[in-house]
């Protein structure tokens, strides 16, 4: 809560994935309510709710397929009922646009529909969520994009997902500059490889290729994407906006040793 008595919301999408989760724990314990977007697993979406609830902090959970325009329709509706239900004392202060479908097919294989569904999901549901949901975000609201280090370096193995990354920097610059008037902040954390859970972080061969991206070594913990997310949110962020936050651990700095053509290929 504020100083002034509102309430703060943050909708966050891809609330479900390993990253989305715990930006969701973190922006609630830094004291904004949740909109959390999920698309097909309701079940850890209503985990989340009560974990987060138990915790004190006000949760919902709308579903969405962020790939159509019906998806981005129906969160930014939630939202907005959410804001209208309370009688003018909740502000949608933070938007994060987290979900992705990550890797992505190499520059051989893309199809056109292949290409079509990545940029639905990955840079045009981010766009029109901002362009919308900053219609009605006060001056001192913030958005965070989460793009991939993928967009800085050659990858062509997952080279439509890198294409779509690199659309969501673009995003994050030219936003900044369009809502700067109105007091709202952009900004996008750039994560490495991140133990989001899936079964490739258990498997040896694809850790130690993940690891030999970052010049720290290792991969990241959804912690660190999460802390960059909150940073950003926050009024100690107030001077920053238009930029593009490193969490990847250096995986863009450097020559680096032969690649494998995609991380799915050692799966
Ligand atoms: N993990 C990494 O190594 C890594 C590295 C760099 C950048 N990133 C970025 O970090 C962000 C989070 O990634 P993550 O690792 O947490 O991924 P994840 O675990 O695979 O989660 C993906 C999330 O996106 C949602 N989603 C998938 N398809 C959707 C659709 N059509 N409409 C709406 N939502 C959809 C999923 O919802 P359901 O589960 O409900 O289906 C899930 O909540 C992404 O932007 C990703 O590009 C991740």
Redesign the pocket.
Known sequence: MKHDGTRQLAVI????????KEICRRVAMSGFDILA??????A??EALQREVEDNQHLCRIVQ????SEA?VASVCSAAEAMRADSSGTLEIRALVN?????LGPSFDEATVADFDAYMA??AR?PFFLSQRLSRNMPPGASIVH?????AHFSSPGDIV?AVS?AAVEALTKNSAEALAARGIRVNAV?????????SAFTIPEAVRY?SSFAVLGG?AS?TH?ADAVVFLLSDTAARTTGSILDV?GGSMLGARGPRAHSVRDLL
């Open positions: 999408t891809g609330a479900t994935g390993g990253i989305g977007q999920y698309h097909s697993d309701r850890a979406a969405a397929d962020l790939a998806g987290n979900a992705a479908r990550l999901l990955n549901a989460i793009s991939s280090a993928s997902y990354k750039v994560p490495g490889f991140t133990n989001n859970g899936h993940m991969v959804p994407v990847s």
